[in-house]
DNA sequence: CACGACTAAATTGTGTGCAATTCTTTCTCT
DNA sequence: AGAGAAAGAATTGCACACAATTTAGTCGTG
């Protein structure tokens, strides 16, 4: 049952980030997208979504939400008006220091050395990669 | 990123499911259910929720779902009324043989050999067993 | 018996995921 | 230039997840 035990691992981790991202009322999700946002910026809805697997049903509230929580701001580009930018406001420039724990954090949750964590991450890749090659073959 | 490869992934396998269940109407989280009731019948939304890891939340809205289906039927225990015990009926029941396939149709979705996927299986189990200790510490 | 602690489900509220649709803008081709 | 195709976000609708609360029923102790 491969797939249940991802299922679950997915959501065990999940309540590692929600206890950790708890004090600045952080979703795992938006989390992800700050973290790209740290990476490189601005960012587009779509490069966000390409990166990150997600749709824009997805990340519209979500970038708004986060929007409200003054972290990022979005605005229509000049040069292709269907285009939305996303930056990070100086909050959520400033935030990147303060989060910085949160690798380290959850790594210790785990409670498992960085290469056996690293060797599991690039085998459950090599499946996703497997599994989407299938999907592909059904459009 | 351990984290985002367990995320990813248990999204694609999802999809997989998305597409083999959708004759039926029916989610993944829905599917687990009838997998569970299918292996031992009847069981009580607690029993369920300890097998599939989910709270109540998560399961009354689903086990209605399954019930306007015409899959399971609820009812009050009558040892215990704050017990509801979940049945198949005789169309949830017959949609075991129907769904007999779905396990061999997902395993080749994955395209990965059986055993690799069983030992993978296993480590990702290790690692939710390793993560979840973590939490419970934190109670 | 009564009262408080506890338990089992259901409900409420928020935030994803994702399919499907809509709206706007841009591109393409004649 | 103008019509139609295509692209980028947003919106709508539905089904999880899960925290928190509510409701109903049971149990233990005095």
Known sequence: MLCFSL???HR??????????KPWGLTYPQYLV?????????RTVTEL?????LDSGTLS?????LEALGFVA??????????????????????????AHVPGEIARCMGIPLDMAQS???EVRAYTAS????????V
Do not use: C, K, N
């Open 61 to 65: 509230p979500l970038l708004s939400r």
């Open 49 to 53: 979504g390409d990166d990150l697997v």
């Open 74 to 99: 979005r605005a229509r580009s000049s040069e292709d008006a269907r285009v939305v930018t996303i930056r990070l406001t100086d909050r959520g420039s400033a935030l990147r220091a303060e989060l």
């Open 12 to 21: 065990v981790t999940t309540q590692a980030y929600r206890r950790t991202l």
């Open 120 to 122: 599991l991450a690039s």
């Open 34 to 42: 700050l973290v790209e946002l740290w990476e490189r910026e601005p």
């Open 7 to 9: 299922y679950a691992a």
């Open 131 to 138: 599994i989407q090659a299938d999907s592909a073959s059904h």
